[in-house]
């Protein structure tokens, strides 16, 4: 059996709505601030969930976690 690594692909860690706004919650590994604010500057700005797009919106340095919303304004080019 082989498994193949999914290329741009994230572990989302948890699911949360809060007032019609879907929040996708995603680890940034831990480590030292500047170590996870590296990470998070690298995720993708727009990620596809379930079939939506969420944008990137905030980390927390305190957790180690960074966050998406369905309700961010996404512009994609042509």
């Known amino acids: 059996m082989l498994a193949n ?4 692909g ?10 019609g706004v879907t929040f996708l919650t995603v ?4 480590g030292e ?3 996870m604010f590296q990470t998070y500057s ?9 079939g ?3 944008g ?3 980390w927390n340095s305190d957790n180690g976690r960074a966050y998406y ?3 961010a304004t996404i512009a994609i080019g042509k």
């Open 5 to 8: 690594p999914v290329k741009n």
């Open 10 to 19: 994230l572990v989302v860690e948890a699911v949360q709505n809060c007032e």
């Open 27 to 30: 680890s940034l590994g831990g």
């Open 33 to 35: 601030h500047w170590d």
């Open 42 to 50: 690298k995720l993708p700005q727009v990620v596809e969930f379930e």
């Open 52 to 54: 939506r797009l969420f």
């Open 56 to 58: 990137k919106s905030c």
């Open 69 to 71: 919303r369905s309700d």
